[in-house]
């Protein structure tokens, strides 16, 4: 908006311009005017009473003219007023209209991030879920597979054994020695063990 000395300047640019064109040669008053000069050159006012009524026609339509060149001036002085209030007045509207616009959208954004965030902490908790379940598993086997790995090492003790006294009993026979019958029991023994 115009402060007084922006209307001020305005003012003095367009009046002038408009009284010009009011009092211009093809106006009313120029029309006016050229009637009074031809009467007056033509010898058509023939006292001082036609050259009066002539004269104050002429007066009172430029005082006319000059009133109205001032009130169409102001008027567009102040409607260039109002075209600048509506024109910030459509941009104000329309930056609000981008803020909702904009809000909307964070909050859209907003709840479909809060919407992935519970997806992926519902995923999460399954998994978890899953995790814990195979570990229960795990340890629900530990038990048999102790079990198992002392029952191999049982059974490579007992294979070890079997392969001593084997070899003892062998060394003994490659030596040319006979085989106690104890010692004898005793292999087959550990030999036997190896197939329990």
Known sequence: MMNYEQRLSQFKKIYPEILELSLAEKSPFGELKKILDDSIKNDVIKNEEQFKTLANA???????????????????ILQGDENEVNFYANE??????DLVIRQTKQIDDDVELKEQGLDIERNISIEKINLLKAQTETEKKKPALIVRQQEQIDDMLRIEMAKVAQGYSFGLSAGGLEIPKELEAWVREKIENIEK
């Not at 002429?58 to 567009?76: D, E, K, R």
């Not at 104000?92 to 209209?97: D, H, I, R, V």
């Open 92 to 97: 104000l509207k329309k930056a609000q209209t």
């Open 58 to 76: 002429l007066s009172l339509v430029g005082q006319s003219i000059v009133a109205q060149s001032q009130v169409t001036s102001l008027n567009m």
